[in-house]
């Protein structure tokens, strides 16, 4: 159980170059969200995916797309990358559901992706 | 609109000393809250969440949190802090569509 993997960890692009983040799950979660962590910012949010064959623009969408590919995966792409996409990419499965011990909702991060557009 | 907010960017504290990271929120409805930890160059990590139940929450390595509705706060604490846990600490909210709204974050330094 990997719970959720990204790659590549590192990136370096030059400006207009493109390329594509993949995420993969393998907790059988319904909902998958792409993040963006910048200093003094928290984390915001790109897109979002509820469920298979669904996406949701989030907080901060320009210059991404997404898809989801099935079930397990949720990939990122930059098709023109910039400077200012310059960041650290999270991405994140829900869990939700009812337990014993009551009503569950959390999401679990993958390790990220540091990319850097020069 | 719902949010999130961290007063302090960095917390200081001496090891075995009581620690708390403040954290407060604006929601509509019932809050869903969360507490993240992140260590350096890692992913976040969870710690606990408030949806129902006791305002005082225990989650992973010690750490509890204390819902307040009437001060609308989600304090972070810890009896006694260990060196170890000196990392970036996130608080989030839900909102209704299930997607989480994060503070800036606060770094928390542990000192031997």
């Known amino acids: 159980n990997a719970g959720v993997t990204q790659t590549p960890k590192f990136q370096v692009l030059k400006t207009g170059q493109s390329m594509t983040l993949q995420c993969a799950q393998d907790m059988n979660h319904n909902s998958m969200y792409w993040y963006r962590q910048d200093p003094g910012m928290g984390l915001r949010l790109i897109y979002y995916?509820?469920?298979?064959?669904?996406?949701d623009k989030g907080e901060v969408p320009n210059g991404y797309n997404v898809s989801r590919l099935n079930k397990r995966e949720f990939s990122l792409r930059l098709e023109s990358a910039a400077p200012s996409q310059t960041s650290v990419y999270f991405c994140a499965s829900r869990e939700t559901g009812t337990g014993f011990l009551g009503p569950t909702d959390t999401q679990y991060f993958g390790p990220g992706t540091r990319l850097t557009v020069l | 609109a719902q949010s999130v907010a961290q007063p302090e960017d960095q917390v200081n504290v001496a090891e075995g000393n009581p620690l708390t990271v403040k954290c407060t929120y604006s929601?509509?409805?019932?809050?869903?809250l969360f507490w993240y930890v992140q260590y350096p160059n890692r992913g976040l990590q969870f710690l606990l969440k408030?949806?129902?139940?006791?305002?005082l929450v225990k989650g992973s390595y010690g750490f509890e949190a204390e819902f307040n509705k009437s001060q609308t706060s989600f304090h972070l604490k810890k009896p006694s802090a260990l060196v170890s846990d000196s990392a970036l600490y996130f608080c989030?909210?839900?909102?209704?569509?299930?997607?989480?709204?994060f503070g800036q974050g606060t770094e928390l330094s542990v000192k031997p």
């Open positions: 995916s509820a469920s298979e064959g669904t996406t």
């Open positions: 989030a909210v839900r909102d209704w569509a299930g997607k989480l709204i």
């Open positions: 408030y949806i129902t139940g006791d305002n």
């Open positions: 929601v509509s409805g019932n809050p869903y």
